[in-house]
C-alpha cells in the first residue's frame, strides 16, 4: 500500500520547525510522506533530516504585490499536482488563502490554522475587505479551521467564514520536554528578557523605555533583547547598549539559556498573534511574565498569579508592574513561575495539538477512502 501524503505549507523554516515538529514527527512515524513547501531556511535541513521532502517556495510574508501573489498560487497548484497529496495543511495567510485556493481547484482535501489575524486583517480598511473576500472564497469547501484563541474566532464567526468547520486549540502548545522547568535564579541582580522580532507592534518600543527608566532607578537590574530586527531598530538598540541600558543578543537558536539566567519575560506585544510562543516557552521554564491585556498573551496568564497583564502601548503601566515585580521577594517570584508551569502543563500541552491534527488528518483519509 503506497504511503499517504501529506503537504505543509508555511512562510517561514522557523514556523514549522519550532512550533509543528513534533506534528512532523508523529506523521513520519506513522508511515505518512512528508512534504514542506517554505522558504528557505537553516531549520529546513533539520527537517529533511528527519526524512521530510523539501520544496523551496519565494513568499512574500508582507508583500501586497498581486502579480507575486498570482504567481504563489499558480505555484501551489503546480506542486499539487506534481505530489498528489491527501491532505494539504496550511498556515499563516498567504499559505491559508493561495493554499486553499489550490487545494480547492484540485479538489484535494485541505486544513488551515489562524495563527494570529495579522495586521492586514484586524485593521479596518480596504486590505481587510479583500482578505476577508479571499478567505471566504478560500475556506469554501475546508475541512477544518483551527484557531488559537477565541476571538480569532469570533472574527470569522461574525464574517461568516467556513461556518461550522471551526476547531479551538491552545495555540502550537508547548514541547514540556524541549521546555522543561528550569531552577529560578537567586542572583541579586534581577534579570528581564524580551524575546521576539524586533517590531514596533511587538512592543520594542515600550520595553525600551521602561528598560530606560527602571535601570537609573533600580541599578541592580538587566534587560536583555533577543530576536531578528524585522525593522529598523538596529541602531537604537546598539546605542542603548553602550549606555548600558540593554544587551542585545540577537537572533538566538536556543533561547533556554537566556531563560534560565531571566527571573522575568517581557512581552508588550500589541501584534494580533494566536497564542504568544514566547510566553509559553517561559512559562513552561518557569518564568514569570508580564504582557499585554489583549487576545494571543492573556490566555497564559493568570494575573497576578503567574504573571502581571498591562494595558496595550502604555509603558507607563508596564513601569508599574516591572515596580511591582521587582517588590515581591525572591521566593514569591519563584512561586509565580512554577505556577506558571502548572498553567501551561494543564492547558498547552503540544500532545492536545498534534492529537487534534492527527484527529482530523485520519477523519481525512477515512472519508477519501470511504
Not at 134 to 148: E, G, H, S
Not at 325 to 349: H, I, P, Q, T, W
Request: hydrophobic share 35%; with cysteine; net charge positive.
Amino acid at each position: 500500500m503506497t504511503a499517504k501524503k501529506v503537504l505543509f505549507l508555511v512562510n517561514h523554516d522557523v514556523v514549522i520547525y519550532n512550533f509543528r515538529r513534533e506534528l512532523v514527527e508523529r506523521l513520519i512515524n506513522e508511515g505518512f510522506e512528508v512534504y514542506i513547501s517554505s522558504p528557505y531556511g537553516e531549520r529546513i535541513d533539520d527537517l529533511i533530516k528527519m526524512g521530510s521532502h523539501f520544496i523551496e517556495t519565494s513568499i512574500e510574508r508582507h508583500g501586497t504585490n498581486i502579480v507575486n501573489d498570482w504567481k504563489l498560487l499558480r505555484y501551489y497548484k503546480r506542486i499539487m499536482k506534481k505530489i498528489s497529496p491527501d491532505v494539504v495543511l496550511t498556515y499563516t495567510i498567504k499559505p491559508n488563502i493561495y493554499g486553499g485556493l489550490a487545494a480547492q481547484s484540485l479538489k484535494i482535501p485541505y486544513i488551515a490554522n489562524i495563527t494570529g489575524l495579522g495586521t492586514a486583517l484586524e485593521k479596518e480598511g480596504l486590505l481587510q475587505k479583500i482578505l476577508i473576500f479571499l478567505y471566504k472564497r478560500a475556506f469554501k469547501n475546508i475541512k477544518t479551521v483551527f484557531f488559537q484563541n477565541k476571538e480569532n474566532q469570533q472574527f470569522f464567526e461574525d464574517k461568516k467564514i467556513a461556518l461550522g468547520k471551526h476547531k479551538l486549540i491552545p495555540g502550537s502548545g508547548v514541547n514540556l520536554d524541549y521546555f522543561s522547568l528550569l531552577e529560578y535564579p537567586k542572583s541579586e541582580t534581577i534579570e528581564f528578557v524580551f524575546i521576539s522580532r524586533i517590531m514596533r507592534e511587538k512592543g520594542i518600543e515600550e520595553y525600551l523605555e521602561a528598560a530606560q527608566y527602571i535601570r537609573q532607578k533600580y541599578p541592580n537590574t538587566r534587560f536583555h533583547v533577543l530576536g531578528f530586527c524585522e525593522e529598523d531598530y538596529e541602531g537604537k538598540l546598539l546605542d542603548l547598549q553602550k549606555k548600558g541600558i540593554i544587551q542585545y543578543h540577537g537572533m538566538q537558536r536556543d533561547i533556554r539559556k537566556f531563560l534560565r539566567k531571566a527571573h522575568c519575560t517581557i512581552h508588550p506585544s500589541y501584534y494580533p498573534e494566536g497564542i504568544s510562543n514566547v510566553l509559553l516557552e517561559s512559562a513552561a521554564c518557569g518564568r514569570p511574565i508580564i504582557t499585554t491585556d489583549r487576545s494571543g498573551c492573556r490566555e497564559v496568564v493568570d494575573d497576578g498569579i503567574n504573571g502581571f497583564l498591562v494595558r496595550e502601548k502604555d509603558s507607563r503601566d508596564l513601569i508599574h508592574k516591572i515596580e511591582k515585580f521587582l517588590s515581591l521577594s525572591n521566593e514569591k517570584k519563584k512561586e509565580m513561575g512554577l505556577a506558571g508551569r502548572r498553567k501551561v502543563e494543564n492547558e498547552f500541552d503540544r500532545k492536545i495539538v498534534v492529537n487534534n491534527y492527527m484527529q482530523q488528518i485520519k477523519l481525512v483519509m477515512k472519508n477519501k477512502d470511504g
